[in-house]
């Protein structure tokens, strides 16, 4: 077995550049030329980088004569076997009948017209598929005289698709002419329609000149519109007269704002509000006293004031709302106050605003500032 290293002038750069190419062995660049191996070994380098200098080709002949002697393959041996695989590769076979003979016989496929088709009724399943011989580099190519038959035989097949097609456009004139004689109708004449009774009934639209007026008259006829006059205030604006009747414009006891449509239940929920904040209070203070005078009865009722007058506002106080807003006036609330709403500093706005509505008859919404008023 030949190794690399036997070989003559060759460096380990080298040696890892014909690994990379493919080769293993010494031995095994028998089969190949110089040329071929330094071209290989060129490429494999510009990808790689392996190498920083190639060999030259006398060197790397060098290379393959050793792994020939090493096969005992000698040069005259390696011509004869390269002549014999060029030979098998360029044979004729037109001397031989046989074949050309199998050549002409074998099924061609052409290409068939669509109108062809049509004519047959035949779709493209019912079709065959024709063999492709696919050409090669080293194929030998047709000799004339084969080229000829070949040429002649499909003439033949053309003619007599011609023929064929004659005979079907005879057949179908043939046909058209019995049609003609059978109905007696010309057929090359243009049929002419007759007019419809729709389009006998049909009258040019006449327009009606008496209906037909000019600007003159249009002037003189047209109607003049009346402005709409001005409606009466209505009550949930406007107080009426007896109402604030000798009250000063800026004082409290003015009645002022928007009519609330449920007054009553405002006032209830007023009381409600205002009883359920004293109760808390009375509750708180009396407490302590319960506890130094055990008999005493008065401190309960107090307390169960406290717990009616919290039933009394949880159905109370949701229907206590503005009329523009529409947020509930005596429900604890985290948000901004209006500026305008009515305010005790320590006591906050609910009190404040439920003693307001109850004395002056009217109060400020607390979250939107609105004036709303409880009588008509």
Known sequence: MLNFQDLSEITNEQIDLLEAVGYTRADELYEVSASSLLAEMKKANALLGV???????????????AARDEHGISEELQADVVQSEVDELQTSYEDKSDIVQLVMDAPMAEAIPAGVLKQQGASLD???????LVEHDHDHHISDEVQELIDKRRAERAAKEKKALAKKEQAKKKQSKKI????????DEPVVEEPTSEQEEAKPVVLNKEVIQNFDDVRENRRRVEPLQAAEAGTSV??????????????????????????????FASLVIIGLQLSFL???CMIPVYFFDREALWPLWIIGSLILFAILWLFSA?????????QRQYTPKKCFRHKKAHHVSGIGYMLPTA????LFH??????CGTSLRLKK
């Open 238 to 267: 406007q107080t009426s007269a007896k109402v604030n009747e000798g009250v000063d414009r800026g004082s409290r006891r003015y009645v002022r704002g928007v009519l609330h449509p449920a007054a009553g239940q405002f006032y």
């Open 362 to 367: 009217w109060f400020r919404c607390i979250f």
């Open 318 to 326: 949701p229907k206590a709302r503005c009329q523009v807003c529409r």
């Open 282 to 284: 009375g509750s708180l």
């Open 51 to 65: 190498c920083e200098e190639l060999p030259k080709e006398k060197v790397v002949r060098k290379w393959v004569e």
């Open 126 to 132: 019912d079709i065959p598929e024709g063999i492709v």
């Open 180 to 187: 003609k004689k059978k109905h007696k109708v010309k057929l």
């Open 355 to 358: 003693l307001h509505a109850l």
